[in-house]
């Protein structure tokens, strides 16, 4: 007995190439789930189908060559189990997903896979303030620019003010104490996200104070970064926030990662 070998046929006779990739093309815009129960097959099968049709998408991109990567981590699970995610910014997709955590040993992997003729394109390298990025990456393609982005840097900022907080309020005694008890979301909060109630209440709270006032206007201030055009300008504006840490003493600031 012979079977012949046709190019429409999948690896097992339950079904067609051709159906694999209808499900793998209707699974781009919907879930496993939806798509199970409209075609009546098992979750798992079309679990299946859909790895077959990004496999087969992946093997005709071919190793890409960004010009502009964004690096980020993802939690797959509870207990801070993290994979690697890399995307190349100019074409809006994602190109690389693995590691064990977000190690330096699990960086590397991404830059071992691209190969070093096309890890010498990168220009531009986006992510978080986390160190074992920023090193593998000064390491393994050190004519790319890193960019911190906006969100983690203002994140930071916020975990510094936090930290300011708790400091003044173990520092203080009493009736003193009244205007930080119970006021950290109206101090780390978007002053436009503020009620009218709570805008009185951080006025109250900063102009009781001092050390707290200075936190907050360093944090609030730093948003002014983004709105240069010009790189000579947002440089100067940095390295000046940056001096005037020296003389205001407020360590958390101080310490900020980076």
Known sequence: MKRERLDFLADTPLYTKRFAWYVGRRCRASTVSDIARELLLDWHTVKELDKQYMTAQLERAGTPAPKAIGIDEISIRKGHTYRIVV??????RPIWFGGADRSEGSMRQFYDWLFDAKTKGIRLAVMDMWKPFRNVTNERAPQAAILFDKFHI????GDALDKVRKMEYARLQGKDRRYIKGQKYVL??????????????????????????TAYLLKESFGQLWDYRSEAWARRFFENWKASLKWQRLKPYELLPG
Request: aromatic share 0%.
């Open 87 to 92: 995307s190349d910014l100019i074409r809006g």
């Open 154 to 157: 203002m994140s930071h900022l």
């Open 188 to 213: 780390l909060s978007n002053h436009e996200n503020l009620t009218l109630d709570g805008r009185r209440s951080l006025k109250a709270l900063l102009a009781a104070n001092k050390r707290l006032n």
